[in-house]
């Protein structure tokens, strides 16, 4: 026999009525390390306890990108670290890695520059080029490209126009612009599209794997 719980009349009146089931947001989204904000890129992220995660999400609609392997991404012209304006086409002739990171200076995107920075040879050897872009400025990616002796190009995404165009996926419900890396070959396809926002260094690994083995 279930047992029943009386109660005085206006007590509790909080109180959910048994038919209306209760929700909980998740407290921690299990795919986030307690030590995440040193880990990739740094930035605070602050969600309000009334939050919920929309019932529509997927975590299909989180990866899918306009530009897919054997396309030809959107075009564009775009301010390196010296304020000079730098064209996709320029590249064209041979292979080119694209990458999008967070910002400058923050703990991910710094170890992400420093590797490309010390496989730089390699990547040149392989006969490729190197593009990092992300929203920040030209004096942004100026200092920080001097800072860490950065020999490659650093793009001035405002606005995160290209970003947009090209489809980078955001991760943590659009709230932490994406890290993807794009492989084109020397026509201006893409060969490889490689996301991983929690491990930046494993995108110098796979892409210097795959132009090597090309």
Not at 26 to 37: D, G, H, I, V, W
Not at 54 to 66: E, N
Request: aromatic share 10%.
């Amino acid at each position: 026999m279930m047992a029943t719980l009386s109660l005085p009349k206006h007590s509790l009146p909080f109180l959910i009525p048994p038919q209306t089931p209760r929700t909980q947001s998740p407290r921690n989204p299990t795919f986030l390390p307690k030590s995440s904000e040193s880990q990739f890129h740094g930035l605070r992220l602050s969600t309000p306890s009334s939050a919920s995660i929309p019932s529509s999400f997927s975590a299909k609609s989180a990866i899918l990108a306009k530009v897919n392997k054997d396309q030809v991404p959107p075009s564009f012209t775009l301010k390196d670290q010296d304020g000079k304006n730098v064209s996709l086409s320029k590249f064209k002739g041979k292979p080119v890695v694209v990458y999008f990171y967070p910002a400058d200076e923050t703990p991910g995107c710094t170890k992400q520059a420093c590797a490309f920075r010390d496989s730089y040879e390699k990547f040149k050897k392989a006969g490729a080029e190197v593009i990092g872009i992300s929203g920040d400025d030209s004096n942004s990616h100026k200092a920080f490209a001097k800072k860490y002796r950065l020999p490659f190009t650093l793009l001035s995404d405002v606005g995160d126009t290209v970003r947009k165009d090209w489809g980078v996926p955001s991760d943590l419900f659009g709230t932490l612009p994406g890290r993807q890396t794009y492989v084109l070959d020397k026509n201006g396809v893409v060969q490889l599209i490689y996301n991983n926002q929690f491990q930046p260094e494993k995108h110098i690994d796979e892409t210097l794997k795959f132009l090597q083995s090309a």
